[in-house]
């Protein structure tokens, strides 16, 4: 098994910029690859990003192309989202997620473990 837990979430006016953080525990050696989603009050659950552990091209929604990044620091075992540019649309629930599977790092169906997930709120 292996353990997530995010911390970095918080409240930012828009434009401003906050630094998502997640650690992982256990079986860590099992990660193929770290992502990131989100849940906006009233909507399902996105993907936000997503990059393999060993490093890569990592893979972004749309929106936030840009304006997001995500790195994985493969020795600590420590996902981050820097979220720039931030808008009110970007409030959500982010939940950071980990996989052992190498294909399917869009979906939440490809990841197996799960953290509690952080809130971010953008106020314009």
């Known amino acids: 098994q292996v353990q997530l837990v995010e911390s970095g979430g918080g409240l930012v006016q828009a434009g401003g910029s906050l630094r998502l953080s997640c650690e992982a525990s256990g079986r860590t050696s099992s990660i193929s690859a770290m992502g990131w989603f989100r849940q906006a009050p009233g909507k399902e659950r996105e993907f936000v990003a997503s990059k393999a552990k060993s490093g890569g091209v990592p893979t972004y929604l749309d929106p936030v192309k840009g304006r997001f990044t995500i790195s994985v620091d493969s020795v600590q075992n420590i996902v981050y989202l820097q979220l720039n540019n931030l808008n009110p649309e970007d409030t959500a629930v982010y939940y950071c997620?980990?996989?052992?599977?190498?294909?399917?790092?869009?979906?939440?169906?490809?990841?197996?473990?799960w953290g509690q997930g952080t809130p971010v709120t953008v106020y314009s």
């Open positions: 997620a980990a996989t052992s599977r190498f294909i399917n790092w869009r979906t939440e169906s490809g990841f197996d473990f």
